[in-house]
Antibody, heavy 123, light 107 residues
Framework: EVQLVESGGGLVQPGRSLRLSCSAS????????MSWVRQAPGKGLEWVGF??????????EYAASVKGGFTISRDDSKSIAYLQINSLKTEDTAVYYC??????????????WGQGTLVTVSS | DIQMTQSPSTLSASVGDRVTITCRAS??????LAWYQQKPGKAPKLLIY???SLESGVPSRFSGSGSGTEFTLTISSLQPDDFVTYYC?????????FGQGTKVEIK
């Protein structure tokens, strides 16, 4: 069974940095691209970014709203995806979900989601 | 960026009703569209991928159609569990984007 477990969220002051982790199990992590999606309190879903699997270059794509401030990386040896968030702003307050596409051909349709980790940015 | 616009934002209906939610893309996305259902406090659940393919385990009352720029999610007979929020999402070109959501309420 595919499992995605996020961690690393919490209360953080504006301007600080945070690294979220997504621990994966139940599948060959290195074969799959991984994504992050966030949801501000009471708001809709916002796509954050995607990292390709190493066979496809291991590079990442980002939403315009986070480009330059967020970095997605992966450690295939540990089956973990990371989301590094620098210079946190109050508008970054959200639940952050780690997601995986349903198959290799539909990497952008997310059949697997973690439970989410809440990041609250406040002084 | 491709903008995804859902309509309506809120839909009032009764158990047993047939309802349709529309999602429009600002440019052609072929059939690279997914639909999700989200219950309060929970992660979204994939209902439909590639515009019209039903995800495994999803009830057959859910169906999707469309291609290019206009798409629909239809629930053929609303059940009590269906009164929640639905999102469309394009995965044709980066950045992938979501619609703003449609909340289905009890009339």
């Amino acid at each position: 069974e595919v499992q995605l477990v996020e961690s690393g969220g919490g209360l953080v002051q504006p301007g600080r940095s945070l690294r979220l982790s997504c621990s994966a199990s139940g599948f060959t992590f290195g074969d799959h691209g991984m994504s992050w999606v966030r949801q501000a309190p009471g708001k809709g879903l916002e796509w954050v970014g995607f990292i390709r699997s190493k066979p496809y270059g291991g590079t990442a794509e980002y939403a315009a709203s986070v480009k330059g401030g967020f970095t997605i990386s992966r450690d295939d040896s540990k089956s973990i995806a990371y989301l590094q968030i620098n210079s946190l702003k109050t508008e970054d307050t959200a639940v952050y979900y780690c997601t995986r596409g349903r198959d290799f051909f539909h990497t952008g349709s997310y059949s697997h989601w973690g439970q989410g980790t809440l990041v609250t940015v406040s002084s | 960026d491709i903008q995804m616009t859902q309509s309506p934002s809120t839909l009032s209906a009764s158990v047993g009703d047939r309802v349709t939610i529309t999602c429009r893309a600002s440019q052609s996305i072929s059939s690279w569209l997914a639909w999700y259902q989200q219950k309060p406090g929970k992660a979204p659940k994939l209902l439909i991928y590639e515009a019209s393919s039903l995800e495994s385990g999803v009830p057959s009352r859910f169906s999707g159609s469309g291609s290019g720029t206009e798409f629909t999610l239809t629930i053929s007979s609303l059940q009590p569990d269906d009164f929640v929020t639905y999102y469309c999402q394009q995965y044709s070109s980066y950045p992938w984007t979501f619609g703003q959501g449609t909340k289905v309420e009890i009339k």
